[in-house]
């Protein structure tokens, strides 16, 4: 059976090579779902620059806290954001 690439697929599971330890869980993955414009335009109304807006966007993808995603290692955020960019290829 032939796999969906990732651009064709509603979401993407994100395992975590660097797990965070939050208050109440452990985050060993995070599930991304395809992004919508109404979330580009509510990540936009936090401000504080780009990586911010995209945290909030990411947060918003995955039905987390933003700030919980402050704390990834950064070979996580990027395999995060190679995904997302996934998600806009034309397949």
Do not use: I, W
């Not at 992004?35 to 335009?41: F, S």
Request: charge should be negative.
């Amino acid at each position: 059976m032939n796999e969906k690439p990732e651009s064709k697929k509603m979401e993407v599971v994100v395992t975590l090579d660097f797990p965070v330890a939050l208050a109440d869980r452990k985050l060993t993955e995070l599930t991304m779902r395809r992004p919508t414009v109404k979330d580009h335009l509510e990540a936009e109304k936090g401000g504080g620059g780009d990586l911010a807006s995209e945290v909030r966007l990411f947060g918003r993808m995955c039905k987390v806290n933003p700030e919980d995603l402050e704390t990834l290692d950064m070979a996580d955020y990027q395999r995060m954001q190679e995904v997302y960019k996934s998600f806009l290829r034309q397949a």
